[in-house]
């Protein structure tokens, strides 16, 4: 994969944010020369070949670097990993959605997982097991004995000092009774929860394949099946064969990194009492994956070794800002529910984008070609129970409404046409009744009941009705709120935007492509307005949907004089967002007789905002380590174990504000660089 340099700098400070120096060094080296062997990176990073192939180890422990080994010569040769440098921007917002989405533990074996890279899971589990429990023994002022138990883990002694989890000893020798945020952890906990993000695809297992770059590892399958054929590959039925062998291969591939995966899932499915979502203790739901048996499953297998796959972090990222950007047209509740329609989605979902040398296995290639289709049920038992599907929706009378067009199922997904999607029907699309035509409308307003949003008499929450005294006096029924619901993806699917697709008899998907290609014009439009006004941007989408276009013909179709039209093309073409063609009509090549078509090159002016968003994190990144530099007096007294969450106890008036200044700055500085990353995400990993 070619980068930018100010990409592959900004891949390089990411990586010396997190794992150090000699980690970056390395990756800069092979960012910049591109393959290359130990011998070479001694040589380009002024290293010995010992400080060389530590510095491989830790990189390709973290997946930043792949290898290639040549049978025949024995020499192996390294190719940096760009793109999973620059995910290590968003290990905030992985932590955040996970937090959210599966619970606390969760995140805290994700946050351990970007920190240890790949590795087993029995030696995971000892591991997390001693570092949170000796992290909650400390904050209950059991300080003196950290260095105890380090001391213990050096000289070989692996028992775990925190078993009796009945109670804590304090700092001045009392012990107390622990409540439930300072319960020790128990291995059973950690193996549930990792066998949870397994099956749902957070956490992938790792095989000798994944060490090498997608386009190596089809090479090698591709060297393995010649041997096959002997005679070498010449005409079409040597070739149909030839190409069949390698897809088998390859699919062979894929089914063997998701052998675990696929346990999980099978396990989850077989036990009834696993396929409701059970409550986390944050509020949120799980998804169902894996229940009390993955846990089972994992200890079996305490050999497997596993890491964080960030193909699928990127989908619930994905699922995040549509979430947002559906609730700023269709409100908070629809949007509700169509968060519970992208989970059920996501269950099937496991990478926002596929190219040629993606390694799928035969489930994610049909999802591919045939798309991801949920029912009805399936999104309702996905909904959040906190949900209230009787409100954020209007009450029309039956003359008002077309039951036949709201209806519409539509088999293929929408197109572009310039910033909005096309809303005819194409054709093979049908028009049928309503699932729920037949239903009694004729109590659908009772008094009380919610208009647009509005209480009227009565509070309705989690389907529950209560009168004035707030006394309870029923329940919706099941089928009821399954049919409230439905009028909220049917919301969606009208919507201009259309959210959603109705592509069956009482079956739903999202059309992710034409969604996130809305998106990016939504950004792009608003970058356009911000720089150049409304004139530029009512330039921008004349040429956007019309295509090339002569300056003459412009300024009749954009309604504005000729001379205003010149001047703002030519500030949008300085700076990249336009471009234009001229065609001499003779050999003179005079400018009287020559014509100036302009139009919109979208890939080229997506590739310069995104060297451009580049080289604004770069900056805001060296800019926080001049920061720190300014501040490392204070710094390394906040860095004290002693200091560290008690800093306005510990220090003195001006040297805590000065670190609350340099919070502030950093704090700044980030959230600039989280805002720059979500254009990144739009525009190119989305």
Sequence with gaps: MLVTKNAAELCTLLVNELYGQLPSRIVAALLARGRSQVRDLALYTSLNPKQVRHGLSLVIQHNLVFYQTDHETANTTYEANPRAAYHLVRVGKILDVINR????????????????????????????????????????????????????????????????????????????KTGEDTKPIQADEIFDTMAQLIAAGVVETVSTTMFQSPQDLKASVEQECMKEFPNGIRGAKVTAEFDTMVKSQIKAIGAERSTTKRKLQESALYEPSNIKRRKLANGAMSNGFAGDSGGSILRDEPNTVVRLNFDKCLVELRNQKLIEHAEDFVGETTAQVFAALLASLCRKVYRCQYDQHTIMTEEEEETYFTGVRVTTEEIFEHLCPGVDVSTGIGTASEDDIDIRFSEKIRKYPPQIKGSHLQGTLDEGDEIIGSDDEDYDHSGERPSGAHVNGHHHGSVTQNGVSYNGNHTREGQLSRTEQIRQMRQHLLILAEAKQQFVRHCGQNEWTVDFGPLVQQLRYVELDTMIEDSFGRQGL???????????????????????????????????EMAGFLEVQEVPRDNNRAANRTMFFWFFDEARTLKRVLDNAYKSMVRCLERLEVERYKKKNVLSVT????????????????????????????????????????????????
């Design 639 to 686: 860095d004290r174990r002693d200091v560290q969450g008690k800093e306005e106890e510990m220090l003195r008036g001006d040297v805590y504000n000065e670190y609350l200044d340099f919070l502030d700055i950093e704090k700044r500085l980030l959230s600039q660089v989280s805002k720059l990353d979500d254009l990144v995400s739009i525009f190119q990993d989305f």
């Design 538 to 572: 009512r330039l921008t989408r004349i040429l956007r949907e019309k295509g090339k276009l002569d300056d003459k013909t412009l300024p009749a179709m954009a309604l504005m004089r000729k001379p205003d039209v010149h001047v703002k093309m030519a500030e949008m």
């Design 101 to 176: 989405k599966y619970g606390l533990m969760a995140k805290n074996i994700v946050n351990d997982l970007l920190m240890l890279g790949h590795v087993e899971i029995a030696e995971f589990v000892r591991y997390h097991k001693l570092k949170h429990n000796r992290k909650k023994a400390t904050i209950n002022g059991e300080q003196n004995h950290e260095y105890e138990h380090e001391h213990d883990l050096e000289n070989g002694d692996t028992g775990d000092p925190f078993d009796d989890d009945s109670h804590y000893v304090n700092g001045n020798g009392t012990t107390h």
